[in-house]
């Protein structure tokens, strides 16, 4: 078990001023089987009241307009997450089981359409059938799709953008952990398994001392049913554990992005992110 603070902080600053402005925000961990939020609160600047509540998918949103004209926008998202640990059980669940499954429940029939941003080109999906053809089961298939993916893809910055797809960072063979997560949410797809984007934090130094403050970011990884939902981390080639914090899911990045919104008056304006991690426990 690991106790984790998170300080997430973002925003736009403005070229000139923005008149008034209209914003989701999806920053405020959620509790799930694996983890519980001890406290999480959202400050907004300039001032502003937020409606909350849960998106269709289940993730917490903030939604909130700024009236008054301003040159910031800044969102400050400070919780505090205990997350456990939870190793996944074997599952007999062959490809019939798992396809009259997926037939019962609506949202796996969601969790197996492709978005424009998870489109598998014609490479990725010979590889996921490859993958089923050496698999008994579809949980082995769905590991060794992650594996392989997270093998052939390099983390790098600079490649791809947020509007990127699945085929683009693909060809580059290199992209950000929204890229990987995408190219291999597309892969289970295409081979049945239902799978979903994850969005998130991790603690990225195991080896941290308690109450040391970490310079993080945001995390993308995926899950995938099998007999029941199992999370792995393609860019990292390691299992879900007590370094990823969920805050939410989606059938990609444009269903839980953590912050969004329409502004008037500007004519451009600059993302800017920092997000600190501290191991409590």
Known sequence: MSRLRIRHVTGFQYEGEAKASYNEARMLPASTETQFV???NLRIEPNSGAHEYLDYWGTRVSSFE????HQQLSLTSTSLVEVRAVSHPEHDLDWDDLAAAAGRRAEFVEQLEQTPLTAPPAEVRH???AAVAASTKPCQAALAICEQIGDQVQYLRGVTNVKS?????WKAKAGVCQDIA???VGALRSAGIPARYVSGYLHPKPSAELHETIVGESHAWVEYFCGSWNGYDPTNLID?????????HGRDYNDVPPLRGVYGGSRTSKLFVTVEITREV
Do not use: F, K, M, Y
């Not at 700024?66 to 004209?69: A, I």
């Not at 797809?165 to 960072?169: G, L, P, W």
């Not at 554990?241 to 939410?248: I, L, N, Q």
């Open 165 to 169: 797809t699945a085929a683009d960072a």
């Open 127 to 129: 590889l996921a059938e």
């Open 240 to 248: 879900i554990g007590e370094r990823h914090v969920v805050v939410g």
């Open 66 to 69: 700024v009236l008054q004209p």
């Open 38 to 40: 001890l406290s999480s």
């Open 182 to 184: 995408h190219i291999t």
